[in-house]
Antibody, heavy 122, light 110 residues
Framework: QVQLVESGGGVVQPGRSLRLSCAAS????????IHWVRQAPGKGLEWVAV????????YYADSVKGRFTISRDNPKNTLYLQLNSLRGEDSAVYYC???????????????WGQGTLVTVSS | QSVLTQPPSASGTPGQRVTISCSGS????????VNWYQQLPGTAPKLLIY???KRPSGVPDRFSGSKSGTSASLAISGLQSEDEAHYYC???????????FGGGTKLTVL
């Protein structure tokens, strides 16, 4: 069955860095775009970034552009999110989510991970 | 990043029909399909409606979606206590080159 498992969250000081991972299984990872979506405590969903199935298309939310970097290793079935210059407002549960359609980038996410919590605090 | 506009809350009694609106613009809802997500407390979101009005396998037909112009709606008929959750609309935005989520609607079953 399709599974997405995030890891790498934790407590980090403002200005520091963190790398999140999303390990995928149960489907052909190299044929799907994968997104990062975050949710601050008690708040709504905020889309963060997406990388297309082949890495050819990458898009970021304005709030993270220039600070976060998304990447993927298709042979390892893993998506990454490098978080640099972290701020308090980056504190959130970070989910990875599979784009439903193959070889496309949409807003249709059919599988989500359980999330990993990032807390930015001094 | 701007958001799609949803009412922050909605409510109904068991058996009632409730609707949740989602308002956008020509660059998102007006030119792309709308998807709806249900998030139960303490869990990851779940795809509820896709491509404006289609239900994934396993989603009861009590849930339906529609879209007109730059707005969309989610309707839940025969309201049940287990429907109490947050609901989010989402659409791709051609101008921003990214996904927009609505602010979310907390549905309370009275």
């Amino acid at each position: 069955q399709v599974q997405l498992v995030e890891s790498g969250g934790g407590v980090v000081q403002p200005g520091r860095s963190l790398r999140l991972s999303c390990a995928a299984s149960g489907f052909t990872f190299s044929r799907h775009a994968i997104h990062w979506v975050r949710q601050a405590p008690g708040k709504g969903l905020e889309w963060v970034a997406v990388m297309s199935y082949d890495g050819g298309n990458i898009y970021y939310a304005d709030s993270v552009k220039g600070r976060f970097t998304i990447s993927r290793d298709n042979p390892k079935n893993t998506l990454y999110l490098q978080l640099n210059s972290l701020r308090g407002e980056d504190s959130a549960v970070y989910y990875c989510a599979r784009d439903c359609l193959q070889v496309a980038v949409t807003a249709r996410f059919d599988y989500w991970g359980q999330g990993t919590l990032v807390t930015v605090s001094s | 990043q701007s958001v799609l506009t949803q009412p922050p809350s909605a409510s109904g009694t068991p058996g009632q029909r409730v609707t949740i609106s989602c308002s956008g613009s020509s660059s998102n809802i007006g030119s792309n399909t709308v998807n709806w997500y249900q998030q139960l407390p303490g869990t990851a979101p779940k795809l509820l409606i896709y491509s404006n009005n289609k239900r994934p396998s396993g989603v009861p037909d009590r849930f339906s979606g529609s879209k007109s112009g730059t707005s969309a709606s989610l309707a839940i008929s025969g309201l049940q206590s287990e429907d109490e959750a947050h609901y989010y609309c989402a659409a791709w935005d051609d101008s921003l080159k990214g996904v927009l989520f609505g602010g979310g609607t907390k549905l309370t079953v009275l």
